[in-house]
T-cell receptor
Framework: SQTIHQWPATLVQPVGSPLSLECTVEGTSNPNLYWYRQAAGRGLQLLFY??????ISSEVPQNLSASRPQDRQFILSSKKLLLSDSGFYLC????????????FGSGTQLSVL | QKEVEQDPGPLSVPEGAIVSLNCTYSNSAFQYFMWYRQYSRKGPELLMYTYSSGNKEDGRFTAQVDKSSKYISLFIRDSQPSDSATYLC???????????FGSGTKLNVKP
């Protein structure tokens, strides 16, 4: 069966510090991978998605970036965090050609202070 | 206009009630429809998905799609306090790698 791992669960970082959130998927090949952000009491905002290694589509450039160094690994990064980067970050995957299902990781609560 | 509209609630019901959660959408090309349950500070969990008009049932949950009205619903029968969560609807297109989410409805089932 397929599983998605996302870590860390909670992160508190000072303004201006770097960020690296990691997500891995097991039990499937060549998944589509996604990073979402969810602000408190609000909906899901798509940040990045990837259909293959090294292929990243950006929806909200700002000061975040994403990379996909391996087939089932997706990384969200920032060189310098802003207060506005605080939020709940979710990694997700779907099978190519199967857009009827999207599966989420457990999320990372990021607080930038 | 947002592509997917969902009443944020909160919706408060007594235990055992039938709950109706709804979303409307503007893009008639949407083909896949999903419902997620999200507990506080957890990732959304896929409850049900469907890709046709009509009803799909799974235990206490029924997903209903009316493509002619661009309206989808999730019904929860015999609601339990453990159903208290935020429910998100989502939609997608065939062969297009994006998902469109409602903002979520917060449900509180009182014992």
């Amino acid at each position: 069966s397929q599983t998605i791992h996302q870590w860390p669960a909670t992160l508190v970082q000072p303004v201006g510090s770097p960020l690296s959130l990691e997500c891995t998927v097991e039990g499937t090949s060549n998944p589509n991978l996604y990073w979402y952000r969810q602000a408190a009491g609000r909906g899901l905002q798509l940040l990045f998605y990837s259909v293959g290694i090294g292929q990243i589509s950006s929806e909200v450039p700002q000061n975040l970036s994403a990379s996909r160094p391996q087939d089932r690994q997706f990384i969200l990064s920032s060189k310098k965090l802003l207060l506005s980067d605080s939020g709940f970050y979710l990694c997700a995957w779907s099978s190519p050609g199967h857009n009827e299902k999207l599966f989420f990781g457990s999320g990372t609560q990021l607080s930038v202070l | 206009q947002k592509e997917v509209e969902q009443d944020p609630g909160p919706l408060s019901v007594p235990e055992g009630a039938i709950v109706s959660l709804n979303c409307t959408y503007s893009n008639s090309a949407f083909q896949y429809f999903m419902w997620y349950r999200q507990y506080s500070r957890k990732g959304p969990e896929l409850l049900m998905y469907t890709y046709s008009s009509g009803n799909k049932e799974d235990g206490r949950f029924t997903a209903q799609v009316d493509k002619s009205s661009k309206y989808i619903s999730l019904f929860i029968r015999d609601s339990q306090p453990s159903d208290s969560a935020t429910y998100l609807c989502a939609m997608s297109l065939y062969n297009f790698n994006k998902f469109y989410f409602g903002s979520g409805t917060k449900l509180n089932v009182k014992p």
